[in-house]
C-alpha cells in the first residue's frame, strides 16, 4: 500500500509540475522571440536615411550640390551569385533621392543624354523616400514611381563603381542608386 501511494503522489506531482514548467519555458521562448524582433527593429532604425548633403559628397561625386530636402542610405547587400558559389560576401549599395531646383534638374538631364539616351524604369518607392514621392508612387496603380534612367558613372567614387540615376518623371527629384560590385 505504501508502493501504491508514493507511486500515486509521484504522479500527481509530476502531472501539476510539467505543464508549469512548460507554460513558463513557453513565455521564456515568447521572450526570445519578441526580442528577436526588437533586435531586428533596431537595426532597421539604426539604417535610418541621412540628409546631410555635405557628407553624402564625401563619400561619393556630388557634380551638383543637391538641396536640404535631399535623403539618402547605405546597405550591405550579398554579392550577385554569392548564394549558388556558397559566399556570404557582402557589397554595398547606396540609394539617395536627390533633390535640385529645375534649372540644375535640366542641366543635369543634358549631361546625364550626352551619355546616352535614358531608359524608361518604374521604382518601388522606400518608406524614408520623401511623401511626394511616395504619394506619387501610390497614384501610379502600380505601387512604382516612373522615371528615365542614366548611367550613373559621374557620381561614382570609390568603394562605389557604378549604377544608375533616375529622373522621376513630372518632378525634380533624382534616385540616385550605387553599388561597390
Known amino acids: 500500500m505504501k508502493i501504491f501511494l508514493l507511486k500515486f503522489l509521484l504522479f500527481t506531482a509530476a502531472v501539476v509540475l510539467l505543464p508549469a514548467a512548460c507554460a513558463q519555458n513557453g513565455a521564456s521562448n515568447a521572450n526570445n522571440s519578441a526580442n528577436i524582433a526588437n533586435a531586428s ?16 559628397g564625401q563619400i561619393i561625386n556630388l557634380p551638383i550640390e543637391p538641396d536640404d530636402s535631399s535623403v539618402w542610405r547605405e546597405t550591405d547587400v550579398p554579392l550577385p551569385n554569392a548564394a549558388e558559389n556558397g559566399s556570404a560576401k557582402k557589397g554595398k549599395k547606396l540609394i539617395a533621392v536627390l533633390n535640385f531646383s529645375e534649372e540644375e534638374s535640366e542641366d543635369l538631364v543634358k549631361k546625364l543624354e550626352a ?42 567614387k570609390a568603394p562605389y563603381i557604378g549604377g544608375k540615376l533616375t529622373r522621376i518623371l513630372n518632378t525634380n527629384y533624382f534616385v540616385l542608386e550605387l553599388t561597390t560590385f
Do not use: R
Open 115 to 156: 551619355s546616352g539616351a535614358p531608359a524608361q524604369v518604374a521604382l518601388e518607392p522606400e518608406s524614408w523616400f520623401p511623401p511626394e514621392l511616395i504619394a506619387q508612387g501610390g497614384n501610379s496603380g502600380d505601387e512604382t514611381i516612373k522615371g528615365n534612367s542614366y548611367t550613373a558613372n559621374d557620381f561614382a
Open 41 to 56: 527593429t533596431a537595426n532597421e532604425n539604426s539604417n535610418a536615411a541621412k540628409d546631410d548633403p555635405s557628407e553624402l
